[in-house]
């Protein structure tokens, strides 16, 4: 049974798992004679540590279909959303590069047949996490594309934070790239602080700033709700570069 073989620690500790001495453990798993089979719960137990899918698989075949993976998203942000979309679009891209190998080649052999339905099997498991993500985010009252406002000026794809730093205390430079694989196109930004909105309550002497006029004000209150937390962008992409 393969999902022994993936399962760590193989038959010792799977069997351990299901708290079944190791002999009626065989009995059960190579169905050896008079011994009933594992069951499908003990087989699901078995494949949510080993992480494998064989019993859905084997399942889905049976009436013709195949079994795609479904993760669902629960609590969801803009930024999540922004890296799920950016991940099916990376499995859609690996589907067609596969795809396109094998037209090259005018031929396709078994092991890249698996490997097209396999590689689009995790495409469509990542996009139909990102199209609920986007319904959740937007039955909680999000906006999917005020991520998005930081674009590359050429094309209008998004843009991604490669690196920043922080140059000064008021001052951080991040390091950003075009996602459209066709632009390219790279930029350095810069995003400073500008003004004190309100003061704090442990002020550091050194930190002199212009407080905000009643414009600024004005405008910060207009955006407060839709305006993407942009430190917590960089603070993510900095932590996962
Ligand atoms: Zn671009």
Known sequence: MAVIGAYPGGRLFASADLGMPLKKFDNQAYENAGSRPL?????????????????????????????????????????????????????????????????????????????????????????????????????????????????CPHCRSSVRIRTSEGTHIFLRIAYLQCTNEACGATFRAQFEITHEMSPSGMPNPTVKLPVAPVSIRRFAMKKDNDQPDLLDQLDMEATTA
Do not use: C
């Open 39 to 151: 069951t499908d719960k003990h087989i699901h137990r078995l494949e949510q540590v080993a992480g494998t899918t064989f019993l859905a698989d084997y399942v889905a075949s049976m009436y013709g279909g195949m079994f795609v993976p479904l993760n669902l998203p629960e609590n969801m942000d803009n930024i999540d959303l922004y890296s799920r979309s950016l991940k099916a679009s990376a499995k859609r891209g690996k589907v067609d590069q596969i795809m396109s190998q094998a037209l090259d080649d005018g031929i396709i052999e078994k092991h890249k047949a698996d490997a097209i339905i396999s590689a689009l099997i995790n495409y469509m498991s990542a996009r139909y996490a990102e199209v609920i993500a986007t319904i959740q985010l937007l039955q909680q009252g999000g906006d999917p594309l005020s991520n998005y406002y930081l674009v």
